[in-house]
Nanobody
Framework: QVQLVESGGGLVQTGASLRLSCAASGLTFSRSAMGWFRQAPGKEREFVAAISRSGGATYYQDSVKGRFTISRDNAKNTVYLQMNSLKPEDTAVYYC?????????????????WGQGTQVTVSS
């Protein structure tokens, strides 16, 4: 059974940093592209960042470029999202997702597995 478990969310002030983690089990992690998505109240789930299976390639939504960094540790079956200079508009539930044996993608429908999400709230 595949499980993706996110952690690291919380309530912070504008300009602060958070690091989200997503621990994967039940799948061959090194063969899975990974993505981070977020969903704010009343809005659709949107792409944030993605990383290739080896970690050698990354892709970001324009609004987080230069502030967020996605990385992975295949030895620990974990993907991370370092978020710096947080803004109130970054407030959302953040989800990690796995796309098995394929390239990374910005499309939600192309991911095979999803975590339960972790809340990030940025106060102004």
């Amino acid at each position: 059974q595949v499980q993706l478990v996110e952690s690291g969310g919380g309530l912070v002030q504008t300009g602060a940093s958070l690091r989200l983690s997503c621990a994967a089990s039940g799948l061959t992690f090194s063969r899975s592209a990974m993505g981070w998505f977020r969903q704010a109240p009343g809005k659709e789930r949107e792409f944030v960042a993605a990383i290739s299976r080896s970690g050698g390639a990354t892709y970001y939504q324009d609004s987080v470029k230069g502030r967020f960094t996605i990385s992975r540790d295949n030895a620990k079956n974990t993907v991370y999202l370092q978020m710096n200079s947080l803004k109130p508009e970054d407030t959302a539930v953040y989800y990690c997702a796995a796309r098995h044996n394929s390239w990374y993608s910005a499309n939600t429908y192309e991911y095979d597995y999803w975590g339960q999400g972790t809340q990030v709230t940025v106060s102004s």
